[in-house]
T-cell receptor, first 115, second 114 residues
């Protein structure tokens, strides 16, 4: 069965600095999607970034980028120029492209932004 | 567009009671999902639907039932509530398979069973 592991329950970063959140996953499949979701205090989940496993190029969305290492099964999220509004829980998630529409979430990393 | 709406926002149930969590989306999305989020955990899929009249079990379906009679609505039914069902419940929708398309979440329902 697929698993997603986020080994950092909490992290802090100074405003305007860069922070990297870690995620590893376990799967025997070769074709899948990986996601980072943000859950602010309002609780509503928001998609931050998405990566398709067959694309070697790392996805980027403005200040958010990923480091996707397929062989190592690693999918870290880098937030550049951290802003107070980035404070939230961040969840890494996995979905097999070839299976039913079931997404596996990690336990999350709580990110604090220090002014 | 209101997006994905959920009612109620909060609810306290006694053990053994039943209730229905409502979810409606106005984006004409075919795919809809129900997740639960326990404290300190990520989301776990309860049920999902790929279209009206079609539902399928997710990772944690026991103790729940769903129906999908229309594209817009995807209610989640709890029969005989148990303390283990205390959680925050999220409904979500997507135009198609997640990954190909973005998944949109509702604001959640916080349920306490005592």
């Amino acid at each position: 069965a697929q698993t997603v592991t986020q080994s950092q329950p909490e992290m802090s970063v100074q405003e305007a600095e860069t922070v990297t959140l870690s995620c590893t996953y376990d799967t025997s499949e070769s074709d899948y999607y990986l996601f980072w979701y943000k859950q602010p205090p309002s609780r509503q989940m928001i998609l931050v970034i998405r990566q398709e496993a067959y694309k070697q190029q790392n996805a980027t969305e403005n200040r958010f980028s990923v480091n996707f290492q397929k062989a190592a099964k690693s999918f870290s999220l880098k937030i550049s120029d951290s802003q107070l509004g980035d404070a939230a829980m961040y969840f890494c998630a996995y979905r097999s492209r070839n299976r039913d529409d079931k997404i596996i979430f990690g336990k999350g990393t709580r990110l604090h932004i220090l002014p | 567009n209101a997006g994905v709406t959920q009612t109620p926002k909060f609810r306290i149930l006694k053990i053994g009671q039943s209730m229905t969590l409502q979810c409606t989306q106005d984006m004409n999305h075919n795919y809809m999902y129900w997740y639960r989020q326990d404290p300190g955990m990520g989301l776990k899929l309860i049920y999902y639907s790929v279209g009206a009249g079609i539902t399928d079990k997710g990772e944690v379906p026991n103790g729940y039932n769903v129906s999908r009679s229309t594209t817009e609505d995807f209610p989640l039914r709890l029969e005989l509530a148990a303390p283990s069902q205390t959680s925050v419940y999220f409904c979500a929708s997507s135009p198609g398979q997640v990954g190909l398309y973005e998944q949109y979440f509702g604001p959640g329902t916080r349920l306490t069973v005592t």
